[in-house]
């Protein structure tokens, strides 16, 4: 279970585009309001969002991209049968996040028609400060990692799980502003 962190906060903004804010991970997974998202997926060490790079098609490989908060970098955490693996669905196509049946280091994840087989399942899995998470593939047991000389339009990669900044992401929930 995550826990709560009474005195930690973060509050990201771009201006004109999306607004977020989450007091810790554990209140806004467990909050009604944004249960299972949609949620920008935000690589905590770059600041880079995952992107379907407007793809639509099966095998499409995901790109980071400053985040924006428009459909393609939107996700969905669904429900699988088994308790505390998620599909990671994109809003803009349907399709989920797959690790690929084959296993090996730093391959790029894909984009898949969702069907619930471990290689499209993922765990979250809180980082020691409670303000992002790892997304951990079920099949591999690797993690989404943004390498650290990533930059737009570069892809995430799978790689051994060891929890440090490349493999911590931010889940975002995108908020209007009031403003026009």
């Not at 088994?82 to 690790?99: F, H, T």
Request: with cysteine; proline share 7%; glycine share 12%.
């Amino acid at each position: 279970m995550l826990r709560k962190s009474p005195n930690m906060s973060i509050q990201v903004g771009i201006p004109g585009v999306v607004a977020v804010g989450t007091d810790d991970l554990g209140s806004l997974l467990a909050s009604r309001r944004v249960k299972g998202g949609p949620f920008m997926i935000v690589a905590r060490d770059r600041g880079l969002a995952l992107d379907t790079g407007f793809g639509v098609a099966n095998l499409t490989e995901p790109i980071l991209w400053p985040a924006h908060g428009f459909p393609q970098q939107l996700w969905l955490l669904a429900g699988t049968r088994r308790r505390g693996e998620y599909a990671i669905q994109s809003v803009a196509n349907g399709l989920a996040l797959d690790a690929r049946r084959e296993d090996g280091l730093g391959r790029t994840p894909v984009l898949w028609e969702r069907h619930d087989e471990p290689w499209q399942r993922w765990r979250l899995k809180e980082s020691p400060d409670g303000m992002a998470c790892q997304l951990i593939s079920v099949h591999t047991g690797h993690s989404l990692d943004c390498p650290s000389d990533a930059g737009p339009r570069d892809h995430p990669v799978l790689w051994d799980s060891h929890g440090e900044m490349t493999q911590q992401f931010l889940l975002l929930v995108p908020m209007h502003s009031g403003r026009s």
